[in-house]
Each structure stands twice: as C-alpha cells, then as structure tokens.
C-alpha cells in the first residue's frame, strides 16, 4: 500500500532542492538525538539544510544537515517531519 502520494512528494523534493541551502530547527526528538551524540543545539539553532532527497513511503523527504559546519564532520539526514522549515522560506 502506498501512503505517499509519489508525483507530489517528488515535485516538493524538487522544489526543495532548488532553493538549497535553507534553514531549519531541529524538532523535540532530533534535539534528544543530537544531545545523546554530544552536539550542543537548542530549539532555537538555525541548522543549514545542504541535500533533500525523497526516499519513498518509508522514509519520505530527508534533509541532510551539519550541525557544526566545518567545525566536525557530523552530520545528520533527518525526515522532514523531525524539522521546522524558516517561516520566510517561500515553500514554509
């Protein structure tokens, strides 16, 4: 059974992509994540959004993100839904 509407969900993953790099906050549970790995982001850090992939019914749209550009090679891929896309994006 497919939950995704397929054709909407690739063109909001085009859209997304066009308008690489924007901003995000981390939602409650990708805030726990980043603190039990030791990285120091509070609900208010604006996160740079650098690749969004669409990855089907499982895991939907993902976002790639660093929490400490250049500062350290962690990053994250984190479901759309886990993220609070910046109001003034055009795609808010």
């Given at each position: 059974?497919?939950?995704?509407?397929?054709?909407?969900?690739?063109?909001?993953?085009?859209?997304?992509?066009?308008?690489?790099?924007?901003?995000?906050?981390?939602?409650?549970?990708?805030?726990?994540?980043?603190?039990?790995?030791?990285?120091?982001?509070?609900?208010?850090?604006w996160l740079p959004v650098d690749w969004v992939k669409y990855s089907g019914d499982i895991g939907g749209i993902n976002c790639g993100l660093?929490?400490?550009?250049?500062?350290?090679?962690?990053?994250?891929?984190?479901?759309?839904?886990?993220?609070?896309?910046?109001?003034?994006?055009?795609?808010?």
């Amino acid at each position: 059974m497919q939950i995704d509407n397929y054709q909407e969900a690739q063109d909001l993953t085009e859209r997304l992509e066009a308008t690489i790099p924007f901003q995000v906050r981390a939602g409650k549970e990708l805030l726990k994540t980043m603190s039990d790995r030791g990285d120091t982001v509070d609900a208010n850090t604006w996160l740079p959004v650098d690749w969004v992939k669409y990855s089907g019914d499982i895991g939907g749209i993902n976002c790639g993100l660093e929490v400490s550009p250049g500062q350290t090679e962690q990053r994250y891929v984190v479901s759309i839904t886990h993220l609070e896309i910046d109001p003034e994006h055009p795609l808010a």
